[in-house]
């Protein structure tokens, strides 16, 4: 095999220049972000302090049983489509085509807001500067790290995330200290591990556990797109499966752990109003210019996750081109492996969205968010499914399970246990009113998708049908 064989997926032309570090990295940046550093506190003000940590316990559990899904999958077809792809081989091609446009969703309704939330936080330091201007500029940024090469975008999303890593792990070494009494601090030993008991264990119920679940899930999106990187990934087979584990056991890690610190260190009441709980607990502790620090690690995580959502998009719309549901025009690469066109138009429905929250924000803008709040859950969903099917092709077909290079273990049993998980979020909103929305637009758009694919493929099998006739006869 040449050298340019080994670099590019002989399936789509991408360029194979991720390494386990990148793809981890994409993983956790897609995670780790705002959800976590400013409205974590309000999962434990709504469920609890107990209530929260195991809606995240939950959270996490499920996170590994749809990773695990999904690394079998990748690991057997590492393709840059992912879940989609194989929805469309295994559960049919209208599923395939719903997950895709579902994911594009939910990452191009992020982008828009991502760069307008770092651009409003940025005039914290340049108040005379207006709003657009560094909007503009991160997403100019953005763009180019995405177009230039995958490469450029990896290592860019690799020290982005970085940044948020090292600042979870201080936080939960800091917070670790105060609550072992390491630290002599007034503030939170007046609290001390009396949160979890001072209302009673579940101080509103157990039904908000249920009713967090989404906020959980969505808080957790982001570890699919290891799937996606499949595709652009060195030496897939090796390199997934290390990030896989790497990723779930970090994340469970990470977002517990904070969940955990989080509701020690702050009573519940408080939790939901402060506007970040971490610059609430480094206060506490006395680290100076926490606010500043914080604003920081904030930008960086918008950075991040508006970097690793365009990424994300353009592959989805690259994928529905490739299946022939779009334009040609979007599965082009440029010389350097990027979909510049699907790139562009992802960028674009950024914008468009962004504009909808500015004119249309209790109608369209709303059933964007709400969809794409959804989304997510279904995706999952689509994994675990996918996954139990392609199993079933797999041996059906006589294949030795023992022959998967990476396999679910505990089959079926895990991926059954990661959809009654999702349903169980899915269910949950139905009771909780500010979240009830989701359902009233996701499903109807969910079932639009379906609609809108049958009709264009019965379009698309009558154009096939009358090419023949059409075309000169050569009997004469």
Same mark, same amino acid.
């Given at each position: 095999?040449?050298?340019?064989?080994?670099?590019?997926?002989?399936?789509?032309?991408?360029?194979?220049?991720?390494?386990?570090?990148?793809?981890?990295?994409?993983?956790?940046?897609?995670?780790?972000?705002?959800?976590?550093?400013?409205?974590?506190?309000?999962?434990?003000?709504?469920?609890?302090?107990?209530?929260?940590?195991?809606?995240?316990?939950?959270?996490?559990?499920?996170?590994?049983?749809?990773?695990?899904?999904?690394?079998?999958?990748?690991?057997?077809?590492?393709?840059?489509?992912?879940?989609?792809?194989?929805?469309?081989?295994?559960?049919?091609?209208?599923?395939?085509?719903? %997950?895709?446009?579902?994911?594009?969703?939910?990452?191009?309704?992020?982008?828009?807001?991502?760069?307008?939330?770092?651009?409003?936080?940025?005039?914290?330091?340049?108040?005379?500067?207006?709003?657009?201007?560094?909007?503009?500029?991160?997403?100019?940024?953005?763009?180019?790290?995405?177009?230039?090469?995958?490469?450029?975008?990896?290592?860019?999303?690799?020290?982005?995330?970085?940044?948020?890593?090292?600042?979870? %792990?201080?936080?939960? %070494?800091?917070?670790?200290?105060?609550?072992?009494?390491?630290?002599?601090?007034?503030?939170?030993?007046?609290?001390?591990?009396?949160?979890?008991?001072?209302?009673?264990?579940?101080?509103?119920?157990?039904?908000?556990?249920?009713?967090?679940?989404?906020?959980?899930?969505?808080?957790?999106?982001?570890?699919?797109?290891?799937?996606?990187?499949?595709?652009?990934?060195?030496?897939?087979?090796?390199?997934?499966?290390?990030?896989?584990?790497?990723?779930?056991?970090?994340?469970?890690?990470?977002?517990?752990?904070?969940?955990?610190?989080?509701?020690?260190?702050?009573?519940?009441?408080?939790?939901?109003?402060?506007?970040?709980?971490?610059?609430?607990?480094?206060?506490?502790?006395?680290?100076?210019?926490?606010?500043?620090?914080?604003?920081?690690?904030?930008?960086?995580?918008?950075?991040?996750?508006?970097?690793?959502?365009?990424?994300?998009?353009?592959?989805?719309?690259?994928?529905?081109?490739?299946?022939?549901?779009?334009?040609?025009?979007?599965?082009?690469?440029?010389?350097?492996?990027?979909?510049?066109?699907?790139?562009?138009?992802?960028?674009?429905?950024?914008?468009?969205?962004?504009?909808?929250?500015?004119?249309?924000?209790?109608?369209?803008?709303?059933?964007?968010?709400?969809?794409?709040?959804?989304?997510?859950?279904?995706?999952?969903?689509?994994?675990?499914?996918?996954?139990?099917?392609?199993?079933?092709?797999?041996?059906?077909?006589?294949?030795?399970?023992?022959?998967?290079?990476?396999?679910?273990?505990?089959?079926?049993?895990?991926?059954?246990?990661?959809?009654?998980?999702?349903?169980?979020?899915?269910?949950?909103?139905?009771?909780?009113?500010?979240?009830?929305?989701?359902?009233?637009?996701?499903?109807?758009?969910?079932?639009?998708?379906?609609? %809108?694919?049958?009709?264009?493929?019965?379009?698309?099998?009558?154009?096939?049908?009358?090419?023949?006739?059409?075309?000169?006869?050569?009997?004469?």
């Amino acid at each position: 095999m040449s050298i340019k064989q080994q670099q590019l997926d002989p399936r789509s032309g991408f360029k194979q220049e991720m390494q386990t570090r990148h793809i981890v990295m994409l993983a956790l940046g897609g995670v780790i972000g705002t959800g976590l550093f400013l409205t974590s506190g309000y999962t434990v003000n709504q469920a609890g302090p107990l209530g929260a940590v195991i809606a995240y316990i939950i959270g996490a559990l499920m996170v590994y049983m749809v990773m695990m899904c999904l690394g079998e999958l990748a690991v057997q077809m590492p393709e840059t489509g992912s879940f989609s792809t194989y929805a469309t081989r295994f559960l049919g091609p209208g599923t395939g085509y719903t %997950v895709a446009w579902l994911y594009w969703l939910t990452w191009t309704v992020a982008i828009g807001s991502e760069f307008t939330a770092a651009g409003i936080l940025m005039t914290r330091w340049f108040p005379d500067t207006p709003v657009w201007i560094w909007s503009a500029l991160f997403a100019g940024v953005v763009f180019l790290t995405n177009v230039i090469s995958v490469r450029l975008f990896a290592e860019t999303e690799f020290w982005l995330s970085l940044i948020k890593v090292i600042t979870v %792990v201080v936080f939960l %070494v800091i917070g670790g200290g105060a609550i072992l009494g390491l630290l002599n601090i007034d503030q939170v030993h007046s609290i001390g591990l009396g949160n979890f008991t001072r209302e009673g264990l579940f101080p509103t119920g157990f039904m908000p556990i249920a009713m967090t679940l989404l906020a959980v899930a969505f808080a957790f999106s982001g570890t699919e797109l290891i799937g996606i990187a499949a595709g652009e990934t060195k030496d897939p087979q090796r390199n997934v499966p290390r990030a896989i584990r790497t990723t779930v056991l970090r994340l469970a890690i990470f977002f517990v752990g904070t969940i955990f610190v989080l509701a020690t260190l702050l009573p519940r009441e408080q939790a939901g109003l402060v506007e970040s709980p971490f610059v609430t607990v480094f206060t506490y502790i006395g680290i100076p210019y926490s606010a500043d620090i914080m604003n920081f690690v904030i930008i960086s995580a918008l950075l991040s996750a508006a970097n690793s959502g365009l990424y994300a998009a353009s592959r989805m719309l690259w994928t529905l081109s490739d299946q022939g549901h779009l334009p040609k025009q979007f599965s082009a690469l440029t010389r350097m492996g990027t979909p510049l066109n699907a790139i562009i138009v992802s960028m674009a429905g950024g914008a468009a969205s962004l504009l909808s929250s500015v004119f249309a924000a209790d109608t369209i803008y709303l059933a964007l968010v709400s969809i794409s709040g959804l989304a997510v859950v279904v995706v999952w969903m689509s994994i675990a499914a996918s996954q139990i099917a392609f199993r079933r092709h797999y041996v059906a077909n006589g294949g030795d399970i023992r022959d998967l290079k990476f396999r679910v273990r505990g089959y079926p049993w895990v991926p059954l246990g990661a959809l009654v998980c999702c349903s169980l979020a899915c269910v949950g909103i139905a009771f909780d009113p500010e979240q009830r929305v989701a359902l009233y637009f996701g499903l109807p758009f969910i079932a639009w998708c379906y609609f %809108v694919y049958y009709i264009t493929r019965k379009s698309r099998e009558r154009r096939l049908a009358l090419a023949p006739l059409a075309q000169p006869s050569d009997a004469f």
